[in-house]
């Protein structure tokens, strides 16, 4: 049986996809969940937020023989742009119960050979070798979290629509899409939605194509399961007229491009809002305070900095991450692991 896996996506960049990939891996780690992170980003963002610059450099440089295991995703599918397989990965310890198969900026070296291997997978007599580099993430991420025995998989990518996220949304059963309250999220959500059920499409032909496998495949599901708006990440400049406009418009967009809901059904909504999982307040100076101390700003003490009206707002953060953690893990059909009685009172008060 295979582990969920959960990915941050949108084709959008600037809309807090790795901050909220971070913050939400680390709030499933303390309600219980042991959660393995992989960095699919080749900017590699989420590794500089979890490691140091010494041991990130360490893990980047290290030259692993043919039978060591990689130490970053990167390492780990280097050999299949030759003629090897895939190395095992090497899953750094964050603390105990988070887990991370760290990022490579080399990994957009991989791109080319993931773009050759998508048509050949389905018009090849031996597809065995195409089918296995498209799925190497999927493969890596499995393997990662048996080795630390976890329970969900946290995935971050790039925000792009290129061969590298095509296969890191083949190994995604869920999809929780970032957004900002703006003209340009909700121009990418129709980019994203046609783009996401293509792709679905077209892996499941190649799965009918070969079969019987010669080892396991993803189902490629990717599943959208709602959106996040996160109001730090939209300009202090911008009228709140406009942002609360911009706001108005995503539920109907988001139905119809990522749902596929027509323009009727989208008017006949029940509860035009269900699809949001949470609208996050601004975090204003906290963002930088947490990323100077390397702990998401949920985490942040007296001795950090936070004090006062930032004490308050840190406890806030904790209750607002909490609560959409575990309502990710709700729409996932993830256990909760044992959340707290106030996060439930905060998601039904009555």
Same mark, same amino acid.
């Given at each position: 049986?295979?582990?969920?896996? &959960?990915?941050?996506?949108?084709?959008?960049?600037?809309?807090?996809?790795?901050? &909220?990939?971070?913050?939400? !891996?680390?709030? #499933?780690?303390?309600?219980?969940?042991?959660?393995?992170?992989?960095?699919?980003? $080749?900017?590699?963002?989420?590794?500089?937020?979890?490691?140091?610059?010494?041991?990130?450099?360490?893990?980047?440089?290290?030259?692993?023989?043919?039978?060591?295991?990689?130490?970053?995703?990167?390492?780990?599918?280097?050999?299949?742009?030759?003629?090897?397989?895939?190395?095992?990965?090497?899953?750094? #310890?964050?603390?105990?119960?988070?887990?991370?198969? $760290?990022?490579?900026?080399?990994?957009?070296?991989?791109?080319?050979?993931?773009?050759?291997?998508?048509?050949?997978?389905?018009?090849?007599?031996?597809?065995?070798?195409?089918?296995?580099?498209?799925?190497?993430?999927?493969?890596? #991420?499995?393997?990662?979290?048996?080795?630390?025995?976890?329970?969900?998989?946290? !995935?971050?990518?790039?925000?792009?629509?290129? !061969?590298?996220?095509?296969?890191?949304?083949?190994?995604?059963?869920?999809?929780?899409?970032?957004?900002?309250?703006?003209?340009?999220?909700?121009?990418?959500?129709?980019?994203?939605?046609?783009?996401?059920?293509?792709?679905?499409?077209?892996?499941?032909?190649?799965?009918?194509?070969?079969?019987?496998?010669?080892?396991? &495949?993803?189902?490629?599901?990717?599943?959208?399961?709602?959106?996040?708006?996160?109001?730090?990440?939209?300009?202090?400049?911008?009228?709140?007229?406009?942002?609360?406009?911009?706001?108005?418009?995503?539920?109907?967009?988001?139905?119809?491009?990522?749902?596929?809901?027509?323009?009727?059904?989208?008017?006949?909504?029940?509860?035009?809002?269900?699809?949001?999982?949470?609208?996050?307040?601004?975090?204003?100076?906290?963002?930088?305070?947490?990323?100077?101390?390397?702990?998401?700003?949920?985490?942040?003490?007296?001795?950090?900095?936070? &004090?006062?009206?930032?004490?308050?707002?840190?406890?806030?953060?904790?209750?607002?991450?909490?609560?959409?953690?575990?309502?990710? #893990?709700?729409?996932?059909?993830?256990?909760?692991?044992?959340?707290?009685?106030?996060?439930?009172?905060?998601?039904?008060?009555?």
């Amino acid at each position: 049986m295979s582990i969920p896996v &959960l990915t941050f996506f949108n084709n959008k960049g600037g809309v807090g996809k790795t901050f &909220l990939a971070y913050h939400i !891996a680390w709030m #499933m780690s303390e309600i219980g969940m042991k959660v393995l992170v992989c960095d699919l980003d $080749p900017q590699a963002d989420l590794t500089s937020a979890f490691l140091t610059e010494d041991n990130r450099d360490e893990l980047w440089n290290a030259s692993p023989s043919i039978n060591a295991p990689g130490t970053t995703i990167f390492k780990c599918v280097e050999p299949l742009m030759e003629v090897g397989d895939l190395r095992s990965p090497h899953v750094e #310890m964050v603390l105990p119960g988070l887990g991370l198969i $760290p990022g490579d900026l080399a990994l957009s070296g991989f791109e080319d050979t993931l773009s050759e291997a998508w048509p050949k997978a389905l018009g090849s007599d031996n597809p065995y070798r195409w089918f296995r580099i498209l799925t190497a993430f999927w493969t890596l #991420m499995q393997d990662g979290a048996r080795q630390m025995d976890a329970t969900v998989i946290v !995935a971050d990518v790039g925000p792009n629509l290129g !061969a590298i996220n095509r296969s890191a949304l083949i190994a995604a059963d869920f999809v929780v899409v970032p957004l900002a309250a703006d003209l340009f999220s909700l121009q990418g959500l129709r980019n994203l939605g046609p783009r996401l059920r293509s792709w679905r499409a077209d892996w499941a032909q190649r799965r009918a194509y070969w079969q019987p496998a010669k080892f396991p &495949l993803p189902e490629g599901k990717m599943k959208p399961i709602g959106y996040v708006v996160q109001q730090h990440s939209v300009r202090m400049d911008r009228p709140m007229k406009a942002y609360d406009t911009w706001l108005a418009g995503i539920p109907q967009e988001y139905a119809r491009a990522v749902e596929g809901a027509d323009a009727i059904e989208t008017t006949r909504l029940p509860d035009k809002e269900f699809n949001r999982l949470a609208s996050l307040k601004h975090f204003r100076s906290l963002v930088p305070m947490a990323q100077e101390n390397r702990k998401p700003i949920f985490k942040l003490t007296s001795a950090d900095g936070a &004090l006062g009206g930032h004490a308050r707002a840190v406890q806030d953060a904790r209750l607002d991450f909490q609560t959409l953690a575990v309502e990710i #893990m709700k729409r996932a059909g993830i256990s909760d692991g044992g959340c707290s009685e106030e996060t439930h009172r905060r998601r039904d008060p009555a």
